[in-house]
T-cell receptor, first 114, second 113 residues
Framework: AQSVTQPDIHITVSEGASLELRCNYSYGATPYLFWYVQSPGQGLQLLLKYFSGDTLVQGIKGFEAEFKRSQSSFNLRKPSVHWSDAAEYFCAVGAQRGSYIPTFGRGTSLIVHP | DTAVSQTPKYLVTQMGNDKSIKCEQNLGHDTMYWYKQDSKKFLKIMFSYNNKELIINETVPNRFSPKSPDKAHLNLHINSLELGDSAVYFC????????????FGDGTRLSIL
């Protein structure tokens, strides 16, 4: 069965610093991978997705993620964090063929210090 | 124009009551979902409908009953509410099944007194 691990429950960075949020997945084939962001009181919003092709994926709000098959990872990065980036971030893997169930990680809470 | 809208946004009620949450999407998607998010932000899928057909029915008490009158709507009815039902419930939709990106509503915060 597919699974997603986000090893960091909380990450604290200073405004203007770079950011990397970790995501590891377990899946039997090439996965469909997603990063979502959840601002307080809101639903999840898609930041970016990887289906195939270029392993470096650009998303909205200046985020990017890199798919590394050898490490089963799909880490999210941003070169310079803004205070408005403080939110909960979820990594997700799309459903397996023949199954409809997407799998979400437990989330990483990003705290941004001024 | 809200893509995925849920009503109500807040729901405060007493144990034992029955309540419903409504969800509508105007994206033309054919798949809709209900998720439960607990106080630790863990997101658990409950149900999914594809073209009005139930395709995901996770381990959820049978007090929870989804209903999809058409592809654009997915409602959730909860009978005999319990304290443990307190959570934020999210509706989502996608074009195709769970391999596709999902669009989420803003959630319904359910509080049981």
């Amino acid at each position: 069965a597919q699974s997603v691990t986000q090893p960091d429950i909380h990450i604290t960075v200073s405004e203007g610093a770079s950011l990397e949020l970790r995501c590891n997945y377990s899946y039997g084939a090439t996965p469909y991978l997603f990063w979502y962001v959840q601002s307080p009181g809101q639903g999840l919003q898609l930041l970016l997705k990887y289906f195939s092709g270029d392993t470096l994926v650009q998303g909205i709000k200046g985020f990017e993620a890199e798919f590394k098959r050898s490490q089963s990872s799909f880490n999210l990065r941003k070169p310079s964090v803004h205070w408005s980036d403080a939110a909960e971030y979820f990594c997700a893997v799309g459903a397996q063929r023949g199954s409809y169930i997407p799998t979400f990680g437990r989330g990483t809470s990003l705290i941004v210090h001024p | 124009d809200t893509a995925v809208s849920q009503t109500p946004k807040y729901l405060v009620t007493q144990m034992g009551n029955d309540k419903s949450i409504k969800c509508e999407q105007n994206l033309g998607h054919d798949t809709m979902y209900w998720y439960k998010q607990d106080s630790k932000k863990f997101l658990k899928i409950m149900f999914s409908y594809n073209n009005k057909e139930l395709i995901i029915n996770e381990t959820v008490p049978n007090r929870f009953s989804p209903k999809s009158p058409d592809k654009a709507h997915l409602n959730l009815h909860i009978n005999s509410l319990e304290l443990g039902d307190s959570a934020v419930y999210f509706c989502a939709s996608s074009l195709g099944t769970g391999a596709q990106p999902q669009h989420f509503g803003d959630g319904t915060r359910l509080s049981i007194l």
